[in-house]
């Protein structure tokens, strides 16, 4: 496949940067998107030119770093695949492909195709925690009784992998499906009650304070979701915080 790449150059923060032309070819179409940047990389290594910066870790779907804005699509034109899971037979040879970092406020952009989302750990830091001693003398989890339809929904929100790419596709870059989901995997379980009506004032608190946005009722974020995390999950959130609000 022979292609022509428009990624988004940017030395740092402060740096303007803008969008830079990159013709590539030789891609198989069974090679991973990443593994097509590494292979331009490489290219501009052997060229004495600075390699493109992205983020990356395991590239198995499952840490969420991956996060790319791919032809005006959060990790590219696949549906329920992060970036890493992407691959080149999505696309047809001679296309024209462009690459940008996450777009919001609140992810402001360290290099070329890598942003700052430590914004999401400051809100987890915030209230995502549970009390209950788990080390030591524990009570074995299996002598509580959880419902299993509240222990699968728990489950489904705690698949989250906090990869932003619901803020990146908000046109307002909320980031209520991502709180949502971490509300919500705790408040479906008895071991999530003690914290909470901390727990979701703070993190609501906290995800105003880092300058999201707020929902646009759209359900873009649910469509873009790697993980397919449900809208459901922002409605509980909801939920939780009136009945925070009220006792508090």
């Not at 940047?37 to 770093?65: S, T, W, Y």
């Not at 590219?76 to 992060?82: I, L, N």
């Not at 899971?85 to 070329?112: S, Y």
């Not at 209520?176 to 608190?205: C, I, T, W």
Request: glycine letters at 8%.
């Amino acid at each position: 496949m022979k292609l022509t790449l428009k990624i988004w150059r940017q030395k740092n923060a402060q740096d303007k940067g803008g969008i830079v032309d990159y013709p590539i070819d030789g891609i198989e179409p069974d090679m991973s998107f990443l593994e097509m940047l590494d292979v331009l990389n490489e290219q501009l290594i052997n060229k004495g030119e600075e390699p493109v910066a992205f983020d990356h870790d395991c590239r198995e779907g499952i840490c969420g770093m991956c996060s790319l804005f791919i032809n005006g699509e959060a990790h590219g034109p696949d549906r329920g695949v992060t970036t890493c899971q992407l691959h080149m037979r999505m696309f047809k040879d001679g296309d024209t492909i462009f690459i940008e970092p996450f777009r919001a406020k609140a992810f402001p952009v360290i290099k070329d195709l890598v942003v700052d989302r430590s914004s999401f750990d400051r809100i987890q830091h915030a209230g995502g925690f549970v009390s209950v001693n788990t080390s030591g003398n524990t009570i074995d989890a299996n002598t509580i009784p959880i419902n299993k339809h509240d222990a699968d929904k728990s489950f489904d929100a705690a698949a989250c992998i906090g990869c932003g790419a619901c803020v990146a596709t908000c046109k307002n870059s909320s980031a209520m499906l991502f709180v949502g989901a971490k509300v919500s995997q705790y408040a479906l379980l008895p071991q999530g009650k003690v914290e909470a009506v901390d727990r979701v004032l703070n993190m609501v608190h906290q995800m105003d304070l880092e300058g999201f946005g707020n929902c646009t009722n759209t359900g873009a974020c649910e469509i873009e979701c790697p993980k397919g995390i449900s809208l459901e999950n922002i409605a509980r959130m909801n939920r939780e915080y009136l009945a925070a609000s009220l006792k508090g």
